[in-house]
């Protein structure tokens, strides 16, 4: 079974651009969360969405957003980057949308903003 | 507020136990987890105890909650160099979905 798909990996933007990133859920999944994970600031939680649906949202502002797509890919957009937008962008996926299911990482997507 | 704190780094020596701990605010926290990310890699969950637990084991994981200090500790028996990663603590509740994430302690293992 595949697990967590996230593309790209490795991407370098400059102050002003805007990012799209792609998750691919594990199979049957239907529960998508984006984490940003910095040195200083750890693990902070975006936005879940669960069958098409937000269901929950950080404390971010609007340049970030997402969606989920009916086949469960989700996709996370940062629009004006600023260079604090730098970190890893890590996807999870779940059977289950609330606290009590097992989240499934992926690789993450490495973004530098220059 | 809710919030999850934990030590950012941890060294012990290969062999030695390691104790990685973890203090959380939030009383109504139902689930507690266990996160390890190795250098590289997504998280990957390690263990996870309900709140009406007080201690879980798995093989050389054992899990210790203390829920009238708001303590959760994670302990590794015999550390090897394959336990090498950062190790997040989380906490959530029924009803938000959201966790909420310690800073990760990262273990350093001495030959």
């Known amino acids: 079974k595949a697990g967590v798909t996230q593309t790209p990996r490795y991407l370098i933007k400059t102050r002003g651009q805007q990012v799209t990133l792609s998750c691919s859920p594990i199979s049957g999944h239907r529960s998508v969360s984006w984490y940003q994970q910095t040195p200083g600031q750890g693990l902070q939680f975006l936005f879940e969405y669960f069958s098409e649906t937000q269901r929950n949202k950080g404390n971010f502002p609007g340049r970030f957003s997402g969606r989920q797509f009916s086949n469960s890919r989700s996709e996370m957009n940062v629009s004006t980057l600023e260079l604090g937008d730098s970190a890893l962008y890590l996807c999870?996926?779940?059977?289950?949308?609330?606290?009590?299911?097992?989240?499934?990482f992926g690789e993450g997507s490495r973004l530098t903003v220059l | 507020g809710e919030d999850v704190e934990q030590s950012l780094f941890l060294s012990v020596r290969e062999g030695d136990s390691s104790v990685i701990n973890c203090t959380y605010t939030?009383?109504?926290?139902?689930?507690l987890y266990w996160y390890k990310q190795e250098p590289g890699a997504g998280l990957q969950l390690l263990t996870y105890i309900f709140s009406n637990m007080d201690m879980k084991q798995d093989q050389r994981l054992t899990v210790l909650l203390n829920k009238k200090d708001k303590h959760l500790s994670l302990r590794i028996a015999d550390t090897q160099t394959g336990d090498s990663a950062i190790y997040f603590c989380?906490?959530?509740?029924?009803?938000?979905?959201?966790?909420?994430w310690g800073a990760g302690t990262k273990l350093i293992i001495k030959p």
């Open positions: 999870a996926s779940s059977l289950v949308t609330g606290g009590t299911g097992e989240l499934f």
């Open positions: 989380a906490e959530s509740m029924d009803s938000n979905y959201q966790l909420i």
């Open positions: 939030d009383s109504s926290s139902t689930y």
